[in-house]
């Protein structure tokens, strides 16, 4: 069974995420644990997560098919003490929110150095997992691949693997690879034996099992743009044939698919269905 969804709206609460999941025709889902632009964040309150977790159960939507997206202000490589220090406190709530939601992974960008350099932004990384993970002991941690602007660390595989073989509990830590991001970054996903030896590559870093969702996204730019913009399935770069290509490998379609794609809820409801054209299944 394809695991398929988008990146839902939480305005209102949480609550609201199970049955517009199925509205749009998913069974995966992912979302922000708070407002993404904000330093501030909170525990949900008891009602919502009573209604969320019921609705859960009503639509059938498994653990392994759920995700929440860290904020964006976040940035646990940075070597501005203070800056890291608020990275550290809003991930470990973030951390916490998902617990208590019930939600098992929380992805997040690895971050930028700005100019310090990538071992000792990696070393920054390291030491706030570290200390996260200590604090809050459920929580699984994805690191999601990047393009290579701005000081981001993240745009290899290597580098995705010198933060998870470092940590304290390399157990709880995996990989979300975003479709844009690989592209942009230069790996032609859109190539059977590229996308094999990327794969192949994943596997001898870390182990496939560590590839826990894929970020579904078409690309504005060419291969190796390094400029990460998001295009709807089918409209971009990487295009129908690229994404068939990918999406029809076995080892991806064991793998849930989360939409980031521009738009609204009637929007990915619209790429979905193009998903399942794309690679020649029923919906």
Sequence with gaps: MIM??????????????????????????????????QWRAKLPNEEDIKIFKERI???NIEIE??????????NIASPNEETWKKSLELLILEMH?????????????????LK????????KIVEALNIAMDEESETFILLENVTKKGGNIGSTLEELNSIIEKVKHPERVGITIDTCHAWDAG???ANKEELEKFL???DKLFSIEKLK?????????????????????GKGKIGKEGLKIFLENKIIQNIPWILETPGDNEIHKNDIKEVFKIIGVKQ
């Design 97 to 113: 929110i998902c617990k208590t939601l019930g939600v098992k992974y929380l992805n997040i960008h690895p971050g930028s150095h």
């Design 65 to 74: 098919s759920m995700l929440c997206h860290s904020g964006y202000l976040i």
């Design 4 to 37: 398929i969804g988008a990146h839902m709206p939480i305005g209102g609460g949480f609550k609201r995420v199970p049955k517009e999941t199925y509205e749009i025709g998913a069974n995966a889902f992912q979302i922000f644990p708070h407002n993404p632009r």
């Design 213 to 233: 969702f894929i970020h579904l996204n078409d690309s504005k730019n060419e291969l190796g743009s390094n400029k990460d913009r998001h295009e709807n399935i």
């Design 116 to 123: 310090s350099g990538i071992e000792s932004g990696i070393i």
């Design 200 to 202: 192949k590559k994943i």
């Design 57 to 59: 159960k009503m639509y």
């Design 187 to 189: 790996y032609n996903i």
